[in-house]
C-alpha cells in the first residue's frame, strides 16, 4: 500500500480517530442512549479500548506495513487473500447500510419519508461514487467537526455539562441495563474488529518513528473514550430539558436535538446543523461504494472494464439498501457485520502471528481450511438474522456470530492439521 512515514503523535491520532468517528459513532450512540442512557457509550467507550489494545501489535503493523490480506496472502496463497478481501467487502456493506439508514432518518426531521429517503440516499451514493471525486470524502468528514461543536454548544445550552462529567462515573453501573449476552458479543466484536482493522492499519504504518507510533494510539484511545460519552450525554440532558417526544424513533434523536439547537428545520442554523451529519453520510456511503468496488476489481474477481465497474457499483449499493430497508439498530447493525470479519479472520491471523513468533507453524492448508470454515459459518448467521431477527442462538445475534464463526475456525484449523499430520496422501502432496 503506497504510503509515507511523516505523520507525528497528534497527525496520526487524529487520522485513528476520524476512522471511526462518524454518523454510526454519533447517531447510533445516540439512539442506544435513549433507552439505555450514559451505557448507550458501550460501542463508543470500545473502540478507545481497542484502540488501547492496538498498542500490542502497533509496532508489527509498522514494522510489516502491508495490509492483512497481503500479509496472510504472500504467506499462505493467493485464495487466502482473495477469501479475506471478501470478508473486508462484505463487513462494508453493513457500514453502507448505516450511511443509508442515518441519511434517511436525518431527512425525515425535513418531513421526508424514510423508505424513499434510503432509495434516493442508494441511487446517489452510487452516482457519486463512480465520479472521480475521492479526495472529496476528507471534505464531508470535515463538517463533523462543524457537528461536534453543535454538540459542545448542545450540551451549554442544556446545562448539560455537569451529566457529561458524571458519565464515565455512571458508566459501569448503567452497563447493568445491557443484557450479558449483547455486552459481551459488542464488547468482543469491537475490540477485536480494532486490532486487525485495515482502517486502522492503513494510517499506522504512516507513524514517522515508533515514538509517534504509540503516543499517536494513546492519544487517540484518550480522544476516543472522552468523545464516546458526548453523544449519550446530549440526549440524556435533553431528556431532563424535556425537549424528545414520548414517540420519537431513536435514530431521530441527534437530528432533533440539532434542529432544536438551531431553532428549528426551517431556520438557518438548524439547515446548517443537520447538513453537518447529512453531507457526511454522503461523502462516507460513496467513498465505501469505491472501496468495494476497488476491492472486488483489484482481486480479480470479475474482469476490469468500465460496465463491470458500474454494475459491481450498482449491486453493492442494492446489497447495502437490502440491508437498510430490513432496519435494525445502528450499533447492532455495525457491529454484527464487523463480528462476521472478525470471526473469519481472527483464527488465521492468530496462526499467523504464532508462526511470526516462532512458537508453532501451522500447515497452509490448515489455515485456509479455518478461513474458509469460519468464513461461511459466519457469514451464515449473519444472513440468518437479517432474514430472521428472532434467530440468537446465545441471546445476542453479535455473539452468535463470533462464537460459531470463531468456533468452527478453530475446528478447522484442527481438523486441516490432523490432515496434513496424519495423512499420507496430504504429505506426499506437499512434497510436490
Known amino acids: 500500500m503506497p504510503f509515507t512515514r511523516k505523520l507525528d503523535a497528534l497527525s496520526l491520532a487524529a487520522l485513528l480517530v476520524s476512522a471511526h468517528y462518524g454518523l454510526g459513532f454519533l447517531l447510533g450512540t445516540a439512539e442506544k442512549a435513549l433507552t439505555l442512557g450514559t451505557a448507550g457509550s458501550l460501542y463508543a467507550i470500545c473502540l478507545g479500548l481497542g484502540t488501547i489494545a492496538l498498542l500490542f501489535l502497533a509496532k508489527f503493523y509498522w514494522t510489516r506495513v502491508e495490509q492483512i490480506w497481503t500479509l496472510l496472502g504472500n504467506f499462505y496463497g493467493k485464495p487466502v487473500k482473495v477469501f479475506i478481501g471478501l470478508m473486508s467487502w462484505s463487513s462494508l456493506i453493513g457500514i453502507e ?3 443509508m ?32 471525486v475521492e479526495k472529496v470524502g476528507f471534505l464531508f468528514r470535515g463538517l463533523l467537526v462543524v457537528n461536534f461543536l453543535a454538540l459542545l454548544y448542545g450540551l451549554w445550552v442544556l446545562h448539560g455539562f455537569p451529566e457529561y462529567l458524571r458519565s464515565p462515573l455512571e458508566f459501569v453501573g448503567a452497563l447493568q441495563q445491557v443484557p450479558l449476552p449483547s455486552l459481551i458479543g459488542i464488547s468482543v466484536s469491537t475490540i477485536l474488529l480494532v486490532l486487525i482493522d485495515m482502517k486502522y492499519q492503513q494510517f499506522v504504518v504512516q507513524a514517522k518513528d515508533v515514538k509517534s507510533l504509540y503516543q499517536g494510539c494513546i492519544l487517540a484511545a484518550i480522544l476516543l473514550l472522552l468523545l464516546a460519552f458526548l453523544p449519550s450525554a446530549v440526549v440524556v440532558s435533553a431528556q431532563h ?3 424528545l417526544p414520548d414517540s420519537i424513533n431513536g435514530k431521530e434523536t441527534l437530528p432533533l436535538i440539532l434542529s432544536w439547537i438551531g431553532g428549528g428545520a426551517d431556520k438557518p442554523l438548524g439547515i446548517v446543523l443537520i447538513g453537518s451529519l447529512l453531507v457526511p453520510a454522503l461523502g462516507v456511503g460513496s467513498s465505501i461504494l469505491r472501496v468495494q468496488t476497488k476491492t472486488i476489481l483489484d482481486f480479480n474477481i470479475v474482469p ?20 437498510a430497508v430490513r432496519g435494525g439498530e445502528i450499533i447492532n447493525l455495525i457491529v454484527c457485520f464487523y463480528a462476521a470479519y472478525v470471526a473469519a479472520v481472527f483464527i488465521p491471523f492468530v496462526a499467523y502471528l504464532l508462526t511470526q513468533i516462532e512458537r508453532y507453524t501451522f500447515a497452509v492448508g ?25 434467530f440468537a442462538v446465545y441471546g445476542s445475534v453479535e455473539l452468535d456470530i463470533m462464537i460459531i464463526g470463531i468456533g468452527f475456525g478453530g475446528l478447522g484449523l484442527v481438523i486441516g492439521q490432523a490432515i496434513e499430520n496424519y495423512l499420507p496422501s496430504s504429505k506426499v502432496e506437499e512434497e510436490l
Open 97 to 99: 447500510a448505516v450511511q
Open 101 to 132: 439508514i442515518s441519511g434517511a432518518f436525518i431527512l425525515k426531521i425535513f418531513g421526508v419519508p424514510v423508505l424513499p429517503s434510503m432509495v434516493g440516499l442508494a441511487l446517489l451514493f452510487t452516482l457519486v461514487s463512480l465520479l472521480p
Open 241 to 243: 430539558a424535556g425537549i
Open 304 to 323: 476490469v472494464s468500465t460496465l463491470n465497474q458500474v454494475l459491481a457499483t450498482v449491486i453493492n449499493a442494492l446489497l447495502a439498501l437490502a440491508v
Open 366 to 390: 490448515s489455515v485456509r481450511l479455518s478461513l474458509v470454515m469460519g468464513g461461511i459459518s459466519a457469514l451464515t448467521v449473519l444472513i440468518l438474522t437479517l432474514i430472521n431477527p428472532n
